[in-house]
């Protein structure tokens, strides 16, 4: 078998079945296989999981046991010479993996390759391609001087930003969120470290087959989208955790640090004060929809969910002839009409204007999307 594709789950049962569609898409000209495990959800995951595809490999645990273990148990009944560590808040265009199994045969020395990802407004998420996250480094994320020095090297390494979001190169870390590499060398290495719960676990492993002497590699020659809201809210629990995967981190591969504590203390002090200045942003109100679907009984289930202004078109291309600049227009894109691929490019391509975006999962009865990359995500039933 070419591929396994590993989806760790916990109770996000609309971003896992959307993302199970988009791979069950992706693997249709490769000898591959999908496998879910389901951290105990207690959201009705089992079910879709269940209902909806009964003839993937499904395997609940009765407890939440990390990131780490779930993705372990994934892996240890794999049959794939490949394999992908997928998120389940996550969606792949269909040629995703024929292109990383072609770049893996003309990389030099590949260990990991990741992808460029994208949040659900369409915006670069830089954690696609990461440093080794020293004390100095780890602190220059958390007091966000990677953001105010961005072109300087003592401050930009831990987004890796001398590489750009375009541009294949070597890179020291990629992010558990999609990382592509053989099976026999995950095992070799004992995959993730189940000591930590989460957070440090995507590091560790990348620093890890490094330092075999292979190369980690940033390859964006396809996107895909990491909704990611749920698990990166940007809050003082999440700064602790984050303390604790560094310290995790450097405990294992560095000696303890007096100097690591106190810098990591120093930027989460900043990080709050920060916090404490930030005027949050009000709710999306959406003006007008735009459904992109050549389903007429769609456009009708849909027109009744929204009580909205709603255009019909068939075609992306013809979103641009409704000009409404002074409102906030959500387009709504129906998978079985336009491709994951078009539908990433599309939002990519469209940031930072006055649209949302949700996609329907294929012959589902909602639409999926977010507005930023700390959102954890809406659904739009129909």
């Not at 389940?88 to 990383?100: G, L, Q, S």
């Not at 072609?102 to 407004?121: A, F």
């Not at 330092?211 to 629990?237: C, M, R």
Request: with cysteine; glycine share 6%; net charge neutral.
């Amino acid at each position: 078998m070419q591929l396994s594709v590993i989806i760790l789950n916990y109770n996000v049962k609309h971003f896992l079945e959307i993302c199970v569609k988009s791979v069950q898409k992706a693997i249709v000209n490769l000898d591959a296989e999908i496998i879910v495990v389901d951290n105990a959800s207690t959201d009705g995951s089992k079910e879709v999981m269940q209902n909806i595809f009964p003839d993937i490999t499904y395997l609940y645990q009765t407890e939440n046991s990390g990131f780490p273990k779930g993705n372990n148990i994934g892996v240890h009944v794999a049959k794939g010479e490949f394999i992908c560590i997928l998120n389940p808040d996550t969606i792949v265009a269909e040629d995703t993996f024929e292109i990383y199994l072609k770049e893996y045969q003309v990389l030099k020395n590949p260990g990991i390759l990741g992808c460029r990802l994208i949040d659900g407004s369409g915006k670069f998420l830089p954690e696609s391609k990461r440093g080794v996250p020293t004390p100095w480094v780890a602190f220059t994320k958390v007091a966000s001087l990677y953001k105010i020095f961005p072109k300087t090297k003592w401050f930009n390494k831990y987004y890796a930003q001398h590489i750009s979001e375009n541009e294949t190169g070597k890179v020291d870390i990629l992010v558990g969120a999609f990382m592509f590499m053989k099976r026999d060398l995950y095992l070799k290495l004992g995959g993730f470290d189940e000591g930590c719960f989460m957070y440090a676990d995507d590091i560790d492993l990348s620093y890890m087959v490094s330092k075999t002497g292979l190369q980690n590699y940033y390859v964006p020659k396809t996107t895909a989208i990491h909704f990611k809201g749920e698990s990166t809210l940007k809050d003082g629990k999440y700064m602790m955790r984050f303390k604790e995967a560094m310290q995790f981190f450097y405990q294992k591969h560095f000696k303890t640090s007096w100097w690591f504590n106190s810098i990591m203390n120093i930027g989460i002090a900043v990080f709050a004060f920060k916090k404490t200045t930030e005027t949050s942003n009000s709710q999306n109100v959406i003006d007008h929809y735009i459904l992109v679907t050549n389903n007429a009984e769609l456009y009708q289930k849909v027109s009744t969910s929204v009580n909205k202004p709603i255009d019909w078109v068939y075609f992306l291309e013809d979103i641009e002839e409704i000009n409404q600049p002074d409102k906030n227009i959500e387009v709504l894109i129906d998978s079985e009409s336009v491709s994951y691929k078009n539908y990433i490019h599309y939002i990519s391509e469209n940031k930072n204007t006055n649209k949302s975006f949700k996609i329907q999962a294929l012959k589902s009865n909602f639409f999926i999307g977010s507005n930023d990359k700390n959102d954890r995500g809406e659904i739009l039933s129909i």
